[in-house]
């Protein structure tokens, strides 16, 4: 990731739309903003949230509330608890997330 052309601003969140996007099972609820083809996300996954794909998509991710469990297609997992975070390069390690009690994520990709 290249980050130019884009002047110094601040973004109140409580003012971004709300979008909502199913899981297999639970919901997603994002909060978007684009900078120069950079994507900035504040999204809080439901209890019970599985992700409905296998995403191939790179991300820096940072978990700022609740619990994040991460699946690598070859089975390998991990879990992301406050303050803590992954980054993966676009079409490195397909992934997905799964939360049993909810999570709110900042997501940069």
């Not at 601003?9 to 639970?26: M, Q």
Request: hydrophobic share 35%.
């Amino acid at each position: 990731m290249q980050i130019e052309n884009i002047p110094f601003g601040v973004t109140d969140w409580s003012d971004v739309e709300r979008t909502e996007h199913t899981g297999e099972t639970g919901v997603a609820y994002w909060k978007t903003r684009t900078f120069s083809g950079i994507r900035v996300r504040l999204v809080d996954y439901s209890p019970g949230y599985l992700a409905d794909h296998w995403c191939s998509k790179g991300h820096i991710l940072f978990c700022l509330e609740g619990e994040l469990h991460t699946e690598l297609e070859d089975g390998r997992q991990y879990v992301l608890k406050p303050g803590m975070s992954y980054q993966v390069a676009d079409k490195a390690e397909r992934h997905r997330s799964s939360t049993a009690t909810g999570a709110r994520l900042f997501i940069v990709d």
